[in-house]
T-cell receptor, first 119, second 117 residues
């Protein structure tokens, strides 16, 4: 079974508008962490934002915020005021057993969503 | 700030040839990982290491071997390359998990694009 699902292969957004990239996850571990990475066309993986399963508030990092709905097992990335430089592939990833667990920090990635920002 | 450095960046091999991909990190991270990225499949874990001298299998380990003789280096080997191993390979590293470091992300190298003909 897919542990991380990104159902949007591609998304388009107008410059300066907000966009939401979907991510749903599946785990029975009560302790886990969710990460979003950006991969521009140059290929490197850039860490954007983190949400812990026990965090009471949604994570925010500049123009990035995470809409974390634990009961629905979703962790959608919201990018506000989109810029042309936001055009990239975006990956959602999960780390299980983050609190004294034995996952050794391994990440499980979704398939990715390609975001294109139009001027 | 070097971070995670992968060599080489590109390589073309013939079926049956062998090669080693090198990953070096200068952040004193305990954990290191090798992933492969294929279209439509995200990144999949090949092997990982939780410390010098240790290695373990990930999701897709077949056809690969690894070694971590020094804390800062993690080598990925292909003994007999196959066309199915054509991919982009990423190395990553992170602090060991625990003691409030759960939010620490993995730091990635820039990737190695490998083609097997």
């Amino acid at each position: 079974a897919q542990k991380i699902t990104q159902t949007q292969p591609g998304m388009f957004v107008q410059e300066k508008e907000a966009v939401t990239l979907d991510c749903t996850y599946d785990t029975s571990d009560p302790s886990y962490g969710l990460f979003w990475y950006k991969q521009p066309s140059s290929g490197e993986m850039i860490f954007l934002i983190y949400q812990g399963s026990y965090d009471q508030q949604n994570a925010t990092e500049g123009r990035y915020s995470l809409n974390f709905q634990k009961a629905r097992k979703s962790a959608n990335l919201v990018i506000s005021a989109s810029q042309l430089g936001d055009s990239a592939m975006y990956f959602c990833a999960m780390r299980e057993g983050s609190v004294g667990g034995t996952s050794y920090g391994k990440l499980t990635f979704g398939q990715g969503t390609i975001l294109t920002v139009h001027p | 700030n070097a971070g995670v450095t992968q060599t080489p960046k590109f390589r073309v091999l013939k079926t049956g040839q062998s090669m080693t991909l090198l990953c070096a990190q200068d952040m004193n991270h305990e954990y290191m990982y090798w992933y492969r990225q294929d279209p439509g499949m995200g990144l999949r874990l090949i092997h990982y290491s939780v410390g010098e001298g240790t290695t373990a299998k990930g999701e897709v380990p077949d056809g690969y071997n690894v070694s971590r003789l020094k804390k800062q280096n993690f080598l990925l080997g292909l003994e007999s390359a196959a066309p199915s191993q054509t991919s982009v390979y990423f190395c990553a590293s992170s602090y060991s998990i625990g003691g409030g470091e759960q939010s620490q992300p993995q730091h990635f190298g820039d990737g190695t694009r490998l083609s097997i003909l």
